[in-house]
């Protein structure tokens, strides 16, 4: 019986529950959160990060972060590992994913999300409800890939980047690591590390702190 331990209890782990039950992969769903609830959504909460340290025992050995927050989700997911668990991969069968994709552990792909040919997305990333994700585009750990968002081919994305609701990135462009791209802005050639860019085209707004 395959059982998977779910972390976290905000409104992404419901996007993330619902994946996770249509994929069918596991026979039990469980949570861990540190302000624990009893229950979420109809399945347990058995309590908080501590559990970690027994989950393996008690037959959790894959586990999915559902929080939003990219650096929180590095940081719990890192946790996880030390603890022994591995990470799980859900993809959503509405979800049409090329046989050429990789798709690293921990990463959890959403309804209606297309990965064409050649793309790799990294660890504990989220590509949300109806992305698109051209050709040859390399994602890196821990990116949030918001819903509507569209990724020319051969994109390349640096780990705990955040492409925003409706983003584009044209063929080729490059976003670096931590880089914010606002909702609906479009991205030509690149946004710089740890920068916060909006517009169309897109500019740099702020320094991510």
Known sequence: MKQLLLWGTGGH???????AVAARAFQV???????????FCG?????????????????????????????????CFALALE???????IIHPSATVSPSASIAAG???MPGVIVNAGVRIGRNCIVNTAAIIEHDCVIGDHVHISPGVALGGGVRIGALAHMGLGAI???GADIGERAIVGAGSVVLKSAAPATTVVGVPSRVLALVS
């Open 43 to 75: 399945h347990a909460v058995l309590g908080t990060r501590a559990l970690l340290a027994v989950a393996l025992g008690q037959g959790y050995g894959e586990i999915l972060v559902s929080i939003g927050d990219n650096s929180i989700r590095a940081a």
């Open 13 to 19: 782990a419901k996007v993330v529950l619902d994946c």
């Open 169 to 171: 990135a044209l063929p």
């Open 107 to 109: 990463t959890v792909i």
């Open 29 to 39: 769903i469980a949570f861990i959160d540190d302000a624990p609830i009893g229950e």
């Open 83 to 89: 603890h022994g668990l591995a990470g799980a991969t």
